[in-house]
């Protein structure tokens, strides 16, 4: 059964640093979602992307996160200067539209970003 | 999206039916009711969803109430591998291709 997968599954870095969270969504898909969820709190909404461009972004989305599909088949978060507050897993999705015009989810295992 | 209220927690014993409710009141039209569940810190995996019929697959069954202001899930036989938190989503539909809005969800235990 296809399924969304993630690199790294931990990724330990210093604050200031840059990470490059990599995802490769289930290949049929056309939309393309990351999630956060900070230790112990709800899994929260950061952007979805489609035919190349950000289609939604929250407010946690700042310019200090960018998203990008280089290439058929992987599709990366990148978070530039980290802060200690970016430590969370992060959670990558996609989804296809059905003939029924609504579209499911399926979420990746995840991406344990720890910032010291 | 319409906003969902669902109990904190929930103990089943093993073997017997789970049946986890969701009151989404507000709920419109054209949203759909979409259940997913997270085990430990896995990412959130998808169970099922649904308009207005009640729906049924490998997994559970979606039970929605003919006003459309709540819901059930029902995992007819639990097994300690369903302990997990359970998350009612209300989404519209069409080409509202968006986020999903997770709340704090129902922790469900099922124990031996």
């Known amino acids: 059964e296809p399924e969304v997968t993630q690199t790294p599954s931990h990724q330990v870095t210093q604050m200031g640093q840059e990470v490059i969270l990599r995802c490769v969504p289930i290949?049929?898909?056309?939309?393309f979602y990351w999630y956060r969820q900070i230790l112990g709190q709800k899994v929260e909404f950061l952007v979805s992307f489609y035919n190349n461009e950000i289609s939604e972004k929250s407010e946690i989305f700042d310019d200090q996160f960018s998203v990008e599909r280089p290439d058929g088949s992987n599709f990366t978060l990148k978070i530039r200067s980290t802060k200690l507050e970016d430590s969370a897993m992060y959670f990558c999705?996609?989804?296809?539209?059905?003939?029924?015009?609504?579209?499911?989810?399926?979420f990746g295992p995840g991406t344990r970003l720890t910032v010291l | 999206d319409a906003k969902t209220t669902q109990p904190t927690s929930m103990d089943c014993a093993e073997g017997r039916a789970a049946n986890l409710p969701c009151n989404h009141s507000t709920i419109s039209g054209n949203e759909y009711v979409y259940w997913y569940r997270q085990i430990h810190s896995q990412g959130p995996q998808y169970i099922i969803h649904?308009?207005?019929n009640n729906e049924t697959n490998e997994m559970a069954s979606l039970i929605i109430t003919e006003d459309r202001k709540s819901s059930t899930l029902i995992l007819p036989h639990a097994t300690l591998r369903d302990t997990a938190v359970y998350y009612c989503?209300?989404?519209?539909?069409?080409?509202?291709?968006?986020?999903?809005?997770f709340g704090q969800g129902t922790i469900l235990t099922v124990h031996p």
């Open positions: 989503i209300v989404r519209a539909g069409g080409t509202s291709y968006g986020k999903l809005t």
């Open positions: 290949s049929n898909h056309l939309y």
């Open positions: 649904g308009l207005k």
């Open positions: 999705a996609s989804s296809v539209e059905l003939a029924e015009r609504t579209d499911t989810q399926y």
